[in-house]
């Protein structure tokens, strides 16, 4: 059926003429544009809202006290943060009613060039769930990193044509920006050729360098920590996007946003969110629901984690339960709890009761049908279902490791003094500031660390392009009082993190996820406690979210045994740890990085 044919018959729909195909009845519609709950039913033909009114339909649902919403939309995240490949981040965030997403494939770019950027392109496509994309702005993050790839204006232009791509991510590199770098420039350039939008992304930035940076064409940003910073933003035009995920959470301190006028520029998006915080909190559904235990307006709330998202990016036919957009819904219990019912997306029932329904199942009830899964053997290869095609056609997304197995050797530092610089975490901020310790050699540990002051070694290790480049440090205020634990998610260039006490249980525990193609480890006296391969770039699993969940937590468990406290979480301290944007020290596979003077400088003095 052709699309005049298919509006037609829709017009005639609408109008009484020809029975819908689905009719939700007896629950009330949320109006966003009113704001007022509105008792109506729900006609539903060919994917779309045709009516809301009173109708009878081929196929009726019976929603009595139920309350019925748009579908939800996270307007600003990383697919790859969740661990876990696109169709398990589907299963995972469906029953929470999110629809669609708009996501910066970021990290895999760093990983694996335009090829990761396809890859997710061509894994996202046949979703249940929408998946939007805006364009890595920023690979890598500064040029004093070793990324998988290099990623130019020329390189991105061609996306624009795509469909699904929406603009130019977060613009990272702000003061670049201002200053007129000519790289940012030609993709801000392409961006507004295209009538594209840009995200933002600049922590702090004020005053005149904020009106250059707005001047360029940025719309929006996620990195406010502060309602000043938050409003100043908003009276230069931007958007706010509330962020609220595993990583940095935002909410509380911009609850002054969640009322008028303010609300209607603001949307919540998570940014980065781990497989746990999927399965326990909820996804946009959980940060609606904590707006409103602040005392968020419902109704509010329930927009900004909907059509604010669809206005800002252009999604004309989302965002609203109205004639004409699409039956993207979410059927809720209540607007205090905010608990997700059922979900239709398309006008087809997909979850219901926090469970995905079958696709072959009728609607009304159904289980998750299997998307495929991996079984690992010793020798780290992987027995993909369904993905050996995609080894295949993505070889440097599934084979991202090009190093050569690590040695002892190969963490030994020789000291240009008595005293060591170190890093020092900063309780609950990705902010480092700097110490200095003794040089001391001890029986049982690797020479320069001292736990008694929580002083251990650190290495990065470089994995894209087998250069052997390894950078060495120290960490203070980890905790870890025993072995090694080693992790390929290194924001943002995602090379080998090992942190431990002695250098052959760092080098065991970087051999191990080097052997399982990427990953996270822990190790301890020779001997490997436990591993959660990430075969995917390194970043993600076809593995299903719960069983990743279980698996992560069963890691983090095992360092609390070496020692890290609850208060650190073990494998997000160390991914960013090597990131060299965030001041003060931070570690390398160049060495030891002084952010604020963009230079490598000295371990030891």
């Not at 779309?48 to 649902?61: D, F, N």
């Not at 360098?209 to 360029?216: D, R, S």
Request: proline share 4%; charged share 25%; with cysteine.
């Amino acid at each position: 059926m052709g699309e005049r044919e298919a509006l037609k018959q829709r017009i005639e729909t609408a109008a009484g003429s020809r029975k819908p195909q689905l009719v939700l009845k007896s629950a009330r519609v949320l109006n966003v544009f009113t704001e007022e709950l509105e008792e109506v039913d729900v006609a539903i033909s060919d994917g779309y809202i045709v009516g809301l009114g009173t109708y009878e339909g081929e196929r009726e649902v019976s929603l009595p006290g139920m309350i019925i919403c748009p579908g939800f939309l996270d307007g600003h995240i990383h697919l790859e943060s969740s661990m876990v490949a696109p169709k398990e981040f589907e299963q995972a965030v469906l029953p929470h009613g999110t629809t669609g997403v708009i996501t910066d494939p970021h990290e895999i770019a760093n990983v694996a060039g335009t090829e990761g950027i396809d890859y997710m392109l061509e894994t996202t496509k046949d979703l249940n769930l929408d998946v939007y994309f805006m364009l890595p702005s920023c690979v890598p993050a500064t040029g004093l990193d070793e990324s998988g790839a290099v990623l130019l204006a020329e390189q991105l232009a061609s996306y624009y044509q795509r469909d699904r791509v929406l603009g130019l991510a977060e613009l990272m590199n702000a003061y670049g920006t201002v200053a007129g770098d000519e790289d940012i420039l030609d993709k801000v350039a392409d961006a507004r050729k295209n009538q594209k939008i840009i995200d933002g992304h600049a922590p702090g930035i004020s005053g005149r360098q904020l009106n250059a940076y707005v001047t360029a064409g940025v719309r929006s940003d996620h990195e406010c920590s502060t309602a000043g910073e938050a409003m100043e933003k908003l009276r230069r035009g931007q958007w706010i996007m509330i962020r609220e995920g595993t990583a940095a959470k935002n909410l509380q301190a911009l609850m002054p946003l969640c009322k008028a006028p303010y609300a209607d520029r603001c949307m919540f998006v998570t940014d980065d969110k781990h497989p746990g915080d999927l399965m326990t909190s909820g996804h946009i559904d959980g940060i609606i629901r904590r707006a409103v235990e602040l005392g968020a307006d419902p109704i509010k709330a329930v927009k900004m984690g909907s059509c604010h998202a669809a206005r800002y990016f252009g999604l004309k036919e989302q965002g609203a339960v109205a004639p004409g957009y699409r039956a993207d819904l979410v059927v809720l219990s209540d607007l205090k709890t905010v608990t997700v019912h059922q979900v239709y997306k398309d006008g087809r029932l997909v979850a219901e009761d926090g469970r995905v329904v079958a696709e072959d199942s009728d609607a009304g009830a159904g289980s998750r049908t299997a998307s495929g899964s991996f079984q690992c053997d010793g020798s780290g290869n992987f027995a993909l279902d369904h993905h050996e095609d995609l080894e295949k056609r993505y070889p440097r997304v599934y084979r991202s490791f090009q190093m050569r197995k690590v040695r002892e050797s190969d963490f030994q530092i020789e000291p240009k003094g008595s005293r060591i610089r170190a890093i020092c975490l900063t309780p609950h901020e990705l902010l480092t500031t700097e110490q200095e310790f003794a040089w001391t050699v001890q029986e049982g540990y690797a020479p320069g660390v001292d736990v008694s002051k929580d002083l251990i070694k650190m290495a990065v290790l470089e994995r894209h392009h087998g250069t052997g480049h390894i950078g060495l440090g120290f960490l203070h205020g980890y905790g870890l009082s025993a072995g090694a634990v080693a992790t390929s998610v290194a924001h943002d260039s995602h090379n080998l993190i090992v942190a431990g006490v002695t250098d052959a249980d760092m080098t065991l525990a970087a051999n191990t996820v080097r052997r399982h193609r990427g990953g996270l480890a822990v190790v301890k006296d020779g001997k490997v406690l436990g591993v959660l391969p990430l075969p995917i770039a390194g970043l993600m699993t076809p593995e299903p979210a719960g069983d990743v969940d279980r698996e992560l937590e069963r890691l983090k468990s095992l360092t609390r045994e070496l020692g890290i406290p609850e208060t650190i979480d073990p494998f997000m301290t160390l991914a960013f740890a090597s990131l060299p944007v965030i001041p003060k020290l931070r570690l390398n596979t160049y060495g030891l990085i002084d952010v604020e003077k963009q230079s490598v400088t000295d371990v030891t003095c």
